[in-house]
């Protein structure tokens, strides 16, 4: 991987979700990610998703917020869940 070309975004830090992308054998992938909080872990799911969900996340969400359960889970549910997972885990990002 590039790291020149890895981008990486933090929507809320309060409940913890956001989107990023990533060159991977030369092609640009896409993702978000939502991470569930306890104390001072989270479980993180990484999923793939396409240049036009990423778009629309840059523009439903421009800039950093600080966002509650219900807006995490809104998040979680359109952009994560039902997309194909990349990574998950205890603190693992990619």
Not at 59 to 67: G, K, L, M, R, W
Request: charged share 30%.
């Amino acid at each position: 991987m590039d790291n020149s070309d890895c981008f990486f975004r933090l929507i809320s830090n309060q409940v913890r979700f956001g989107c990023g992308y990533r060159t991977v054998n030369g092609k640009r992938q896409y993702f978000a990610w939502h991470g569930y909080p306890n104390r001072n872990d989270d479980f993180i799911t990484t999923s793939e998703i396409s240049k036009k969900e990423y778009d629309q996340i840059n523009t439903e969400y421009p800039e950093e917020i600080v966002a509650d359960r219900k807006t995490a889970e809104r998040f979680r549910s359109k952009h994560v869940d039902g997309h194909p997972v990349l990574l998950e885990g205890w603190n693992r990002l990619l």
